[in-house]
């Protein structure tokens, strides 16, 4: 066995542990998107993958012509002109609608998620805009849709009520750093306490396996009896999900159990990529945890079937949902 790798079991052979008290960064996390392709209203649910945005979140349906719908999630920059509907090239494609919001997580129900708009939505030029033979070409084009926005069907009803998912913490759990999303309160980024055993870190991380890989260190939850333990305290906000950026080092192996409060969010988990650190969201039963105040989340090694890959985890984010109330008109 060579020098690094009898350095790296030894390391693992002896219990670590290790409690730190973070204190919340003033720098907002960044944005997370749904990233998914070719999604169904069935199979919506298994839509799962996120990705950090420099941009907006984006959803793009495509409706066929038997009327179902594929929708196609993700993070771009919002072009001047970002909604459109008309005629593709393809024959079995009727329309398309492009709709762009600038909120965590708006792009999964972007009707929910937008903020009202404090203009009402109608034609700017009516009479062309009741015009049927000027008005199929007028909806074709982005740009000019945009003066027939109702004829064209791009109004949407909004109602006064719209929803924000805010972070109550984004861990680094290697450096044990906190960030959350201004107007939340940061004790509950300086209540966090992490503990964990048989855990080796990834720090200074320049050993590329790809580019998610070099852009974060991680801890490495390698043997049988890993396992990463953070606690907290909030403030009664309802959890709505959890989001891990993480991965496995072998398809079947690295599976882990994510509890929060005993509570079993996965079990034997297996959904992670492969080399690859990514962000999943794992979305959270509010009603269990309606009266808990302090948590105790652990992520440990499948304890049912005990597996030899690998587990990296990267950051650890803990969402809420606030709704909020606009008195503008539709």
Not at 69 to 89: E, I, M, T, W
């Amino acid at each position: 066995m060579n020098r690094l790798a009898m350095k790296y079991w030894s390391y693992l052979s002896l219990p670590c542990f290790l409690w730190s008290i973070v204190c919340g960064q003033n720098t907002s996390p960044i944005l997370h998107c749904l990233r998914c392709s070719g999604v169904t209203q069935s199979n919506i649910d298994r839509c799962i993958n996120l990705v950090e945005c420099a941009h907006e979140c984006y959803v793009n349906t495509t409706t066929l012509s038997t009327g179902s719908k594929v929708k196609n999630f993700g993070c771009a920059k919002k072009p001047d002109c970002s909604s459109g509907q008309g005629v593709l090239g393809k024959r079995d494609v009727t329309s398309y609608n492009i709709e762009f919001c600038p909120k965590e997580i708006c792009n999964i129900d972007v009707d929910h998620f937008q903020v009202p708009s404090s203009t009402p939505c109608g034609d700017v030029s009516a009479p062309d805009c009741r015009d049927p033979a000027a008005l199929a070409a007028i909806c074709s084009d982005c740009e000019t849709a945009q003066y027939c926005r109702k004829s064209c069907g791009l109004c949407r009803d909004r109602s006064s009520t719209w929803y924000e998912n805010v972070v109550l913490f984004d861990y680094d759990p290697v450096h044990r750093t906190c960030r959350h999303t201004a107007g939340v309160s940061p004790s509950i980024c300086q209540s966090i306490k992490e503990q964990y055993y048989h855990i080796l870190p990834v720090v200074k991380n320049n050993y590329t396996v790809n580019h998610a890989h070099a852009r974060h260190d991680y801890l490495i939850l390698a043997d049988t009896t890993s396992y990463v333990r953070i606690t907290f305290r909030t403030n009664g906000e309802p959890l709505t999900n959890l989001q891990l950026s993480a991965c496995k080092t072998f398809n079947g192996l690295g599976r882990v159990d994510i509890l929060l409060n005993n509570h079993t969010i996965e079990e034997s988990y297996d959904g992670t990529a492969v080399w690859d650190l990514n962000w999943q969201i794992h979305k959270l039963n509010t009603n269990q945890f309606h009266n808990d105040r302090s948590f105790d989340l652990l992520i440990r090694k499948d304890a049912r079937v005990p597996s030899s890959g690998h587990y990296w985890l990267s950051r650890i984010r803990l969402e809420s949902l606030v709704s909020h109330h606009d008195h503008h008109g539709k």
